[in-house]
């Protein structure tokens, strides 16, 4: 495995307040990043990676405004009753653990169908064999106020 591999942790979260912008805030403290000035990444991820899924994760290790590299997917409303849902998928070649991360957000059966449909498609179009495709999606009805849903792939921490 290349020394260029990266811990990548899948994180979620949901959250409501007075506006969509603090609401995305909720989310991110639930999802344990609010705490990070967020580099945002395109998809790839470095051979060598591991992807780990926790079902509770209180917090990313670093200080108030360290940058975690991060791809992430979110989803804002305000109407009573919308969902907010979005999802972060990934297909990971099993032999070198280079992966491709995809990001969608819609209503929940679309979010699974276009993250499913979207990871057969490129994992096709790569040499060697996949694991996958899977995925982690963030999903609430909206109440009284606006609500946040959020997934987020938070890798490598600096200051």
Not at 119 to 133: E, N
Request: proline share 6%; net charge negative; glycine share 10%.
């Amino acid at each position: 495995m290349s020394g260029r591999g990266l811990d990548v942790v899948i994180s979620s979260g949901a959250g409501t307040a007075p506006t969509e912008l603090a609401a995305f805030d909720a989310a991110l403290q639930q999802a344990g990043v609010a705490h990070f000035d967020l580099i945002r990444l395109s998809s790839l991820i470095p051979p060598g990676s591991r992807i780990n899924v926790p079902q509770r994760w209180s917090a990313l290790a670093g200080a108030w405004g360290d940058r975690p590299y991060a791809l992430n997917a979110e989803h804002r409303v305000s109407a009573p009753g919308e969902r907010a849902c979005a999802g972060l998928g990934w297909v990971q070649n099993m032999e070198t653990g280079a992966a491709v991360l995809v990001e969608h957000h819609d209503n929940e059966s679309a979010v699974e169908t276009q993250l499913k449909a979207t990871l057969d498609d490129l994992a096709a179009r790569r040499p060697g064999r996949c694991s996958g495709p899977a995925w982690r999606i963030a999903s609430a009805v909206c109440g009284i106020g606006p609500l946040a849903a959020v997934v987020v792939a938070a890798m490598r921490v600096e200051p």
